[in-house]
């Protein structure tokens, strides 16, 4: 079965970095678009970045400049490398993968950012 299992989240300083990861089974891993989402409480979850299987990247406004996704097909891993991070980036973070029909969600790695 289809699994995300998210990793690296934390609590950091504004303007400190942090890498998460995002280890991904159950699934031709190197055949599919990869997406990092995000929610901070009382907000709607949003899409922060999405990496194709070609290694195509789209980021959310707020992150550009900042955020990096990237993949490693051989580990069947998503990475989101996040830097000059700021209090308004606190919120868990998951990585979904789409399917056909269906979409696949990580349980999430919390991500706090003091100021």
């Known amino acids: 079965q289809v699994q995300l299992v998210e990793s690296g989240g934390g609590l950091v300083q504004s303007g400190g970095s942090l890498r998460l990861s995002c280890a991904a089974s159950g699934f031709t891993f190197s055949s599919y678009a990869m997406s990092w989402y995000r929610q901070a409480p009382g907000k709607e979850r949003e899409l922060v970045a999405t990496?194709?299987?070609?290694?195509?990247?789209n980021y959310a406004d707020s992150v550009k400049g900042r955020f990096t996704i990237s993949r490693d097909n051989a580990k069947n891993t998503v990475y989101l490398q996040m830097s000059s991070l700021k209090p308004e980036d606190t919120a868990v973070y998951y990585c979904?993968?789409?399917?056909?029909?269906?979409?696949?969600w990580g349980q999430g790695t919390q991500v706090t950012v003091s100021s």
């Open positions: 990496i194709t299987s070609d290694g195509n990247t």
């Open positions: 979904k993968v789409r399917i056909t029909w269906r979409a696949y």
